[in-house]
């Protein structure tokens, strides 16, 4: 295709779109005026139908559930790919060492840096659980945890280096994770049918508003994404990170780089 | 809250037009980190707290990790060397 046809196309498919989008953005209502009737929908019938306090819970996770399960296996089928696309004969072993470049000067972790992140590493993950936990009380849940949670591992990498973060992550665990995850979610849609409900359909006790253990089935499934997002999102640092060391063993012993 | 709005969409896009016109991948991908905060502050001044979360985890913690990381990767390369 030569420039001038694509420039052509590209006049083309504005003197089309456009007017189309500009009618769009004009039909709009004005930033900041109202709820939209969905919300207000929602927001009126919730607490009294699924007991849930968290408005955006209870849209993920049970009324439009079925989107969720869906997502879910586009985040498995996107890091299985990675996964499939980076790991060669590296990902294997884990004693490995981070790659060093030849010529650039390795500068140790400062005691502050280590420091902090034992300090600050159980508390992200303190923080990821809870808000896994309280996903149908307040804001958050499974995949907003579950990233928190993946974050906090990284700061074993920061603050005990490279082979002390491949001592405590460990793949087939992340692999397990991952993929018990999903399937907790697809299990929590298949489960309500051999008791003769819909797919899906929320048949646990639906527990109190405003309590912790509210929602019934959506804390399951809440639970299946966190595991499946921590386990997928670690599993991806894992993978990136292991981009960084050499397929072979290096010749010469040398202290991990920090 | 007549004032916090307007400042956060200025803020907005001064970081968002930083990362277009930062040209150092290392510089930009803080650049990206900083985005993501002022759009959870955004969003959190928005009343959307959940979206604001996952902003913050995502945007301004995974993601620029992963870059940072694909980048060192590329830096152990020597110069000239096939992979």
């Not at chain 1, 804390?219 to 640092?237: C, K, P, W």
């Not at chain 2, 510089?27 to 980190?33: E, H, K, L, Y």
């Amino acid at each position: 295709m030569s420039p001038r046809i694509r420039v052509a196309l590209l006049a083309l498919s504005g003197l089309i779109l456009l007017p189309c989008a500009a009618s769009v953005i004009a039909g709009l209502p004005a930033f900041g005026s109202k709820i939209a009737l969905y919300g207000e929908r929602i927001n009126a019938i919730t607490p009294e139908a699924r007991h849930v306090a968290n408005m955006v819970s209870a849209i993920n996770f049970d009324l439009r559930g079925l989107d969720t399960l869906g997502e879910e296996f586009m985040l498995l089928a996107a890091i299985t790919g990675t996964v499939v696309l980076l790991r060669g004969h590296r990902g294997e072993g884990i004693t490995g060492r981070a790659m060093r470049r030849p010529g650039r000067a390795v500068i140790p972790r400062s005691e502050a840096t280590v420091l902090a992140c034992r300090i600050a590493g159980p508390l992200t993950c303190l923080f990821g659980l809870y808000v896994v936990l309280h996903a149908t009380v307040t804001p958050g849940g499974g995949f907003q945890g579950g990233v928190i949670l993946a974050s906090g591992t990284l700061l074993i990498y920061l603050g005990e280096g490279y082979s002390g973060w491949r001592d405590a992550i460990h793949s087939h665990w992340l692999d397990a994770l991952e993929g018990g995850g999903a399937l907790l979610f697809a299990l929590c849609g298949l489960v309500p049918m051999l008791t003769g409900a819909a797919f899906m359909q929320n048949i646990l006790p639906l527990g109190t508003l405003r309590d912790l253990f509210s929602g019934g089935l959506m804390l399951v499934e809440n639970l299946g994404v966190a595991m499946a997002v921590t386990g997928g999102f670690t599993q991806l640092f894992l993978e990136f990170m292991e981009e960084t060391r050499e397929a072979e063993e290096p010749d010469e012993p040398g202290e991990e780089s920090a | 809250m007549s004032v916090i709005l307007p400042l956060l969409f200025l803020l907005t896009a001064i970081s968002g037009s930083a990362v277009v016109l930062v040209r150092d991948p290392i510089r930009q991908v803080f650049a990206i980190a900083i985005n993501g905060l002022v759009l959870t502050i955004l969003f959190d001044a928005l009343q959307a707290p959940d979206v604001a979360l996952s902003e913050l985890a995502v945007g301004s913690a995974a993601v620029p990790l992963l870059f940072l990381v694909a980048l060192m990767a590329v830096r152990t390369q020597p110069p000239g060397a096939e992979p």
